[in-house]
């Protein structure tokens, strides 16, 4: 069926052609044969106005009907550019009465084919009651009022013996006839006033928003329309439309301002030729590009909107993620539209874009089948980022959760356990004096001894609650924080660069348990000596520790997890650490 359907197109397409070479010969002959009555008459200007206008309309008509057949616009220019000859038909010296009736009631058909054409230009569709309402009113005052209801009661025999017969007269009536053209002339002038003002509005928008594909076409079909209302107005004063100095003057700016309007076309259709090209370029770039948001970079340069956005799909969900794997709120804004990407009835990605894309016919219908395995590639990468991101994030979730369990341990340890020491050493230290002046030597003997044992523990939680979390970490800072560590080591630390800068709380943390849990394994493998260096890179944190112990053994998970689940990474050698820390 889409076969038959093609092949029709095609035919038609054929015929439209042919038709118009016809009737544009057939019309230019008839000026020359009768120039009184004519618009061109005999000059070669008037020639050049006649099959220029009337020939580049059918011309870009049927060029824009080939690369879109699904689309109204090429049927309706090339209509237009058929019905630019069709006045030169009404002369009274035509000699062929299917041809003076044709004139006679198409007289004005081409004004609203563009008045049409124009306001659904490029889709085709007139996408609003309003516009449709403007257009039906232009198309009712052409070939309504000023054509066949005219041409009804219009007798050419009693004033014209040589006019050829008007095939729709019912009955001629001068009274009526006067009146459906002045009718006719009033309704022309409004509804074509009416779709000039909707054109302005959209060349206005189309400005605003940088300038688009359609307003040279959009420019020529305005000025075109004011000439022909211009015209409709002159008329008012004779009630009817006939071939006059004014008329033909006004008809030859009519010629130009048609003919700009099929250039513009034609430059539409020359756009997307280059589209097509940049489409060419852009599966080449596309198969070379590995870096995550490159497909969102070509795409928007091959389709000329630097603030286009590519979603990704994810597959067991309706939510959407960037190429990095990030949660991405589908949302489209003033002036924006969203894309679909499909997998036969399935979303794999969105674009977001300039809603004036859509105003340019062809263009994305080109590049997504393009970009399509592409997108499906990223989509996939994406998908495993988003998994990473999840599981970073639950990383890090995990690690706060223990910091702030540690800091509550810490908190609890020194002001509760650790209080309660401190009261019971000082309730000890006076018992022990009491016994002292009581003279009883052995409960002096038990009573210290209980004192120093309740010093030391609280000396040991002390010690504990400082590993747990160091408050001096919290208070002062990461250097601070490794001098104490250093001071209290059990083996000699040399602290190299250690930046004075302050970072985030987990950031430091991350930094100080690297450190802390480098001298530790140190110790461990029996070294003598151990260097740290804290440095800021750019944007990372990186932290060094080296020393001269025995091979490591361990593979210190759990601070990998820690680093890692900052968005960094831990390098672990056999006397070596370097961690990488994200600090922005």
């Known amino acids: 069926m889409r076969g038959d359907s093609q092949a029709l197109g095609r035919y038609a397409q ?84 299917l041809q003076f009736t044709a004139g006679l009631v198409g007289f004005i058909a081409c004004a609203p084919l563009v008045a049409h054409a124009a306001v659904a230009y490029p889709t085709g569709r007139l996408r609003s009651p309003l516009n449709r309402f403007c257009v039906g009113a232009a198309y009712a005052a052409a070939l309504l009022l000023l054509g066949l209801l005219p041409a009804a009661v219009f007798d050419p025999k009693p004033g014209c013996g040589e006019c050829p017969r008007n095939l729709v007269l019912v009955q001629g ?16 002038i409004a509804s074509l006033t009416a779709v000039c003002a909707l054109l302005v509005w959209r060349l206005i928008r189309s400005l605003r928003a940088a300038a688009a594909v359609v307003v040279p076409a959009l420019v020529a079909a305005t000025v075109y329309l004011t000439l ?15 071939i006059e100095t004014f008329d033909v003057r006004i008809w030859r700016y009519e010629a130009v301002a048609l003919t700009a309007f099929a250039v513009a076309i034609g430059w539409t259709l020359f756009r997307e030729r280059q589209a097509r090209a940049s489409v060419a370029r852009l599966v080449v770039e596309l198969g070379q590009v590995q870096r995550p948001g490159s497909v969102r970079d070509a795409l928007a340069q091959t389709i000329g909107d630097p603030t286009l956005e590519l979603a990704y799909r994810r597959s067991e ?48 219908q080109e590049v997504l089948p393009a970009a399509h395995v592409a997108v499906e590639n990223e989509q996939l ?27 509550r341990l810490e908190r609890d340890l020194h002001d ?59 208070d002062a800072g990461l250097t601070p924080a490794l001098g104490t560590l250093a001071d209290e080591a059990p083996l000699p630390i040399e602290l ?17 348990r690297a450190v802390a ?9 029996g070294a003598t000596f151990v260097s740290v260096n804290v440095n800021r890179e750019g944007e990372r944190l990186l932290v060094t520790v080296k020393d001269d112990g025995s091979d490591r053994s361990s593979a210190l998970i759990h601070l990998a997890d820690r680093v890692g689940a900052l968005g960094g990474s831990l390098e672990i050698g056999q006397t070596s650490l370097r961690a990488t820390i994200p600090c922005e």
């Open 228 to 242: 022909v209302a211009w015209d409709f107005q002159h008329s008012l004063a004779r009630g009817v439309l006939s």
């Open 517 to 525: 849990e480098a001298i530790d394994d140190a110790a461990g493998r």
């Open 14 to 97: 054929i015929l439209a052609g042919f038709l118009a070479l016809v009737v544009g010969i057939v019309s230019l002959a008839a000026a020359r044969q009768n120039p009184v009555g004519s618009f061109a008459g005999e000059s070669t200007l008037g020639a050049v106005a006649e099959l220029g206008a009337g020939w580049s309309l059918v011309a870009a008509g049927l060029l824009f009907w080939v690369r879109h057949p699904e689309n109204r616009s090429g049927p309706l220019v090339t209509a237009a550019g058929v019905a630019w000859f069709v006045p030169e038909w009404s002369n009274p010296e035509i000699g062929n009465g």
């Open 416 to 474: 509760g356990a650790q209080q309660h020491l401190l009261v019971l050493s000082y309730e000890l230290g006076r018992a022990r004096v009491a016994a002292e002046g009581n003279g009883d030597p052995e409960l002096t003997t038990i009573l210290g001894t209980a004192g120093d044992e309740a010093q030391a523990a609280s000396a040991e939680l002390r010690e504990l609650a400082h590993g747990i979390y160091p408050a001096i970490l919290a």
């Open 496 to 512: 190299g660069v250690v930046t004075p800068e302050r970072f985030s709380q987990p950031v430091e943390t991350a930094a100080y």
């Open 173 to 188: 009536d001068g009274g009526l006839y006067d009146t459906f053209n002045r009718y006719g002339l009033w309704v022309g």
């Open 381 to 407: 990468q994406a998908e495993v980022r988003a998994q990473l991101e999840e599981l970073r994030a639950s990383r890090s979730r995990i690690v706060d959760t223990g910091d702030a369990e540690r800091r």
């Open 317 to 364: 969900t309706d939510s959407y993620v960037d190429a990095f794997g990030r949660p991405f709120e589908l949302a489209a804004g003033p002036g924006r539209a969203v894309t679909p990407l499909l997998r036969g009835a399935t979303p794999v990605a969105v674009l977001v874009h300039d809603v004036r894309l859509l105003e340019h016919p062809g263009l994305l």
